[in-house]
C-alpha cells in the first residue's frame, strides 16, 4: 500500500519528522537544551495541526474552482 501524499495526517507525519530532525541538530550543536526543544516541537506540532487541514481545504476549493472554470470554458 503506497502512502497517499495528499493525505493531511501524511502530511503532518512527514514535516513532525523533519522538524524533530532539526531541533535534534540544533539540540546536538548546543545551540537549544532538550527542554527548549520539546516546547519549539510542541509548538511546530501545534500550528501543523491548525494549519495542514485548513491549508488543504484552500487547495481543494482553489482546484475544483479551476478545473470547473476550464470545463466551462470547453463546453462553450
Do not use: C, H, S
Not at 3 to 11: L, S, V
Not at 58 to 67: D, E, F, I, K, S
Amino acid at each position: 500500500m503506497t502512502p497517499d501524499y495528499k493525505d493531511p495526517q501524511f502530511i503532518i507525519t512527514a514535516l513532525t519528522a523533519i522538524a524533530a530532525n532539526i531541533v535534534a541538530i540544533l539540540v546536538y550543536r548546543g545551540i537549544l537544551n532538550a527542554e527548549e526543544a520539546n516546547i519549539w516541537l510542541d509548538l511546530f506540532k501545534t500550528v501543523l495541526v491548525l494549519v495542514v487541514p485548513l491549508a488543504t481545504v484552500w487547495l481543494g476549493v482553489r482546484y475544483l474552482n479551476v478545473t470547473t472554470e476550464q470545463r466551462l470554458r470547453g463546453v462553450r
